[in-house]
């Protein structure tokens, strides 16, 4: 089992960059895919983007490509999410989640272990 503890999330203004961080317990964080995905206030929640175990394959969602880049240091047990030029569509609470499982990873139900969030809040 893995815990995840996301942090870095605040209030910016358009066109300015977050990082956000998720660390993760345990000794096995290398067997884990990670996911960021989010939820925009009454709205379900959406995939992001994910990170292969070794981080050396990526994939993101087309609203954050370009914008978004994931990545993740396994020697420290963390996966970051760098968010740059954001816009006010950006706003959401921030999850990140884990699966050690072959998947399609863009999907909520492909990850068994969620974060609480982090909320993001972008002003115009």
């Known amino acids: 089992q893995v815990q995840l503890v996301e942090s870095g999330g605040g209030l910016v203004q358009a066109g300015d960059s977050l990082r956000l961080s998720c660390a993760a317990s345990g000794r096995t964080f290398s067997t884990y895919v990670m996911g960021w995905f989010r939820q925009p206030p009454g709205k379900e929640r959406e995939f992001v983007a994910y990170t292969r175990r070794t981080g050396g394959s990526t994939s993101y969602a087309d609203s954050v490509k370009g914008r978004f880049t994931i990545s993740r240091d396994n020697a420290k047990n963390t996966v970051y999410l760098q968010m740059n030029s954001l816009k006010p569509e950006d706003t959401a609470v921030y999850y990140c989640?884990?699966?050690?499982?072959?998947?399609?990873?863009?999907?909520?139900?492909?990850?068994?272990?969620w974060g609480q969030g982090t909320q993001v809040t972008v002003s115009s």
């Open positions: 989640a884990a699966t050690n499982n072959y998947r399609f990873y863009y999907r909520l139900t492909d990850y068994d272990y």
